[in-house]
């Protein structure tokens, strides 16, 4: 069904600045018209904003400023005054200590970007990892009007006639140097092939699961996540985005509309599709807090775990964004779901209508890069949540990145106490360990690294290594990059800095996974853990003061999304009190 549209012309929030002739009103007018606006753009028309988190130190977000011209070519044509402004930007590749600890304070300035300001709608800008929750959380805290468009991935990177995939083929030619199988010159060799256009990664890491995330929760206009970054039709989707957001603010569409549970549990289940991002996890459950949607890890388990996953992209396949997009990107993995009862078909989307108008005649146009269900990548594509005593508020798993003979383990525990102790410790080869242990990181949660770091994915130990394995049992509270891949157990809650059991693992502890049966246990005696817990102190110094200390004391576990606590809910849009 679609949306129902509301009477216009009606009384816009801008209005309570720019609609009078009062002081006030001539004060606010006045002002922006010394950038060289003509009177008449202040006639009632809607004002919108343009979030843009563009920066020099964000290389997936540096080409946002074109971009935000085609969205303001867009907003003129369809009546409207854009008014371009920036936010935090969260550059997942030099930001520390990382750039998730600052998706909270990206979406803090975000919310109150849009409640301050004269706005009646918002396109946001987004790209890198964390800018695309970051600004779904902000605008649905503040629920005006909102529709997101993202960069779009970079070209495929090619060396030596292989596809390099973002961060993926990273991960593999540094485990490579450990193990003696490429050479240092190679590696700097491959540097300059890995990164050769403007976009986010474009392997399925996290900045294109979330893409995908925003386009199958309803806030993007359907096509949205896959187009490449340099591709021209990447401006031609900016230019569209900006035509429709006017027609949003005439029909009141806002996210509270659209992010429904049903949008949630459609979410879910393509990131299972698409072998997306363990991080999606913990970006929904912070989105879906936003607007009052009681989303749990259960929920992940439960909508995921009989979706196969069926496109063929790194790290879990073979391919890359670029041919993904032309096979015919997302919107055809949403119809596979909708076909297969998987979809919530009349979930609303940005368009105003329901999601299955946008992708029901849509065509697959390459069969080896989004698969048949019958050849899919694995049949239970979902993340795994699991649970046991060494996880009593769950740690997640993804199956199509793992694997298989790993899925069922039995190992000793190798620990690391935190990621500097990993450091010092991994390339002696005098530690011991080998592939039937169990790798286990602390203090890499929320409050432990501080921000969460992506660190899970360990690289082996060199010993390991040159012996030829490639994948060994890891877990920790820490989370790993979306283009990470082996069979890692992640964001173990509650985390060691809080006095969760991962804090109290010994060295020689032996320790169970089965995935197939949800369960993650550590084998030592119930009198024993508790014992142990008693004497347990916390070795994570609260910090002192700033933007740490706040995050410390207010950040909230994995299991709910990592947000702060004060920033659950929508809080409305109500227009700050006039001070002149």
Known sequence: MAFRKAEWPRKLRSTEWFGGSSRDHIYHRSWMKNQGLPADLFDGRPVIGICNTWSELTPCNAHLRDLAQRVKHGIYEAGGLPVEFPVFSTGESALRPTAMMFRNLAAMDVEEALRGNPLDGVVLLAGCDKTTPALLMGAASVDIPAI???????????????????????????????????????????????????????????????????????????????????????RVMAHLTGRRIVEMVKDDLKPSDILTREAFENAIRVNGAIGGSTNAVIHLLAIAGRVGVDLSLDDWDRLGRDVPTIVNLMPSGKYLMEEF????????????????????????????????????????????????????????????????????????????????????????????????????????????????????????????????????????????????????????????????????????????????????????????????????????????????????????????????????????????????????????????????
């Open 148 to 234: 997101l468009v993202s960069g779009g991935p970079m070209l495929n990177g090619w060396f030596r006639g292989e596809r390099v995939g973002s961060g993926t083929a990273l991960w593999q030619m540094s485990e490579a140097i450990k193990a003696g199988t490429m050479s240092r010159e190679g590696f700097l060799e491959a540097e300059q092939a890995m990164s050769r256009s403007p976009g986010s990664c474009n392997t399925m890491g996290t900045a294109s699961t979330m893409a995908s995330m925003a386009e199958a929760l309803g806030m993007a206009l359907s096509g949205n996540a896959a187009i490449p970054a340099v591709d021209s039709r990447r």
């Open 325 to 580: 997009f032309y096979a015919g990107g997302l919107p055809v993995v949403v119809k596979r779901l909708g076909e297969a009862g998987l979809l919530h078909r009349d979930a609303l989307t940005v368009s105003g209508g329901p999601v299955w108008d946008e992708v029901k005649d849509v065509r697959n146009w390459n069969e080896d890069v989004i698969l048949p269900a019958d050849k899919a990548l694995t049949t239970q594509g979902g993340i795994a949540v699991l649970r046991g005593n060494l996880a009593p508020s769950g740690a997640v798993l993804k199956p199509s990145a793992a694997s298989p003979h790993l899925m069922k383990h039995r190992g000793r525990a190798v620990v690391f106490e935190d990621i500097d102790d990993y450091k010092a410790k991994i390339g002696d080869d005098a530690l011991d360990i080998d592939e039937t242990c169990v790798m286990v990181l602390k203090n890499c949660g929320p409050r432990g690294y501080p921000g969460m770091a992506e660190v899970g994915n360990m690289g082996l130990p060199p010993k390991v290594l040159r012996k030829g394995i490639t994948d060994m049992v890891r877990i920790s509270d820490a989370r790993m990059s979306g283009t990470a891949y082996g069979t890692v157990v992640l964001h173990v809650a509650p985390e060691a800095a809080a006095g969760g059991p991962l804090a109290i693992v010994r060295d020689g502890d032996m320790i169970e996974i089965d995935v197939e049966s949800r369960r993650l246990h550590l084998d030592v005696p119930e009198a024993e853990i508790a014992a142990r817990r008693a004497a347990w102190t916390p070795t994570v110094a609260t910090p002192s003061g700033g933007y740490a200390r706040m995050f410390a004391e207010h950040v909230q576990g994995a299991d709910t999304g990592a947000d702060f606590d004060f920033l659950k809910g929508s809080r409305g849009r109500a227009v700050a009190r006039d001070s002149h």
